[in-house]
């Protein structure tokens, strides 16, 4: 089965970039599409289509894809953005299955 | 304005069985592909079924098949997952979530705010 690998957690000072992988065999072939998921709520898609930002998302955020890794970028990291997860997903088209990473929790010092 | 509302989740006991419920509006429901998603306690969501329009293809994640089913009743605007045969392993927040729509492999743009299942002795 295709597996999606996050580093557990990243820090990066406020005011700072983040950069959160998702790494995968060949990812660079898929869709990847980021989610952010805070305490208590729902997932929040925060990049589509390794780069596209949905309505609503702030420019903070970007996406790339390529190779083996997909990062999600994160531009002048707030405070408020602390404890927020992020997952990435794919679709697995040899198993008709949706997959999401195991998660990264961005931690801002 | 979207919205998803999940209802039917409780206690029950191991090999129990469950029927979630997602009512959906302010959108034409059957314009759009559905799934459920579950979260553990403390772990990442994992996709769990999908459903097309009609309900004519249907995919399941391996470790609910022949247990889970899901329909949906578009005169209704309703999604539903069946949960027979449950197990302590499918304890977790169920969540349904819209298919974008924008083409092939598409994301979930809309989710509810989740119903939770715990299945224990």
């Known amino acids: 089965s295709y597996v999606l690998t996050q580093t557990p957690s990243v820090s990066v000072a406020p005011g700072q970039t983040a950069r959160l992988t998702c790494g995968g065999n060949?990812?660079?072939?898929?869709?990847v599409h980021w989610y952010q998921q805070r305490p208590g709520q729902a997932p929040l898609l925060v990049i589509s289509?390794?780069?596209?930002r949905p309505s609503g998302i702030p420019e903070r955020f970007s996406g790339s894809n390529s190779g083996n890794t997909a990062t999600l970028t994160i531009s002048r990291v707030e405070a408020g953005d602390e404890a927020d997860y992020y997952y990435c997903?794919?679709?697995?088209?040899?198993?008709?299955?949706?997959?999401f990473g195991g998660g990264t929790k961005l931690t801002v010092l | 304005e979207v919205r998803l509302v999940e209802s039917g989740g409780g206690l029950v006991q191991p090999g129990g069985s469950l029927r979630l419920s997602c009512a959906a509006s302010?959108?034409?429901?059957?314009?759009?592909?559905m799934n459920w998603v579950r979260q553990a306690p403390g772990k990442g969501p994992e996709w769990v079924s999908y459903?097309?329009?009609?309900?004519?293809?249907?995919f399941y994640t391996d470790s609910v098949k022949g247990r889970f089913t899901v329909s949906r009743d578009n005169a209704k605007n309703s999604l539903y997952l069946q949960m027979d045969s449950l197990r302590v392993e499918d304890t977790a927040v169920y969540y349904c979530?819209?298919?974008?729509?924008?083409?092939?492999?598409?994301?979930?743009?809309?989710w509810g705010q989740g119903t939770p299942v715990t299945v224990s002795s």
């Open positions: 459903i097309s329009l009609s309900g004519s293809t249907i």
């Open positions: 302010g959108f034409t429901f059957s314009y759009y592909e």
């Open positions: 997903q794919v679709w697995d088209s040899d198993r008709d299955h949706w997959v």
């Open positions: 060949n990812i660079g072939t898929k869709s």
């Open positions: 289509y390794d780069t596209d």
């Open positions: 979530a819209r298919d974008a729509g924008s083409g092939t492999y598409s994301p979930f743009d809309y």
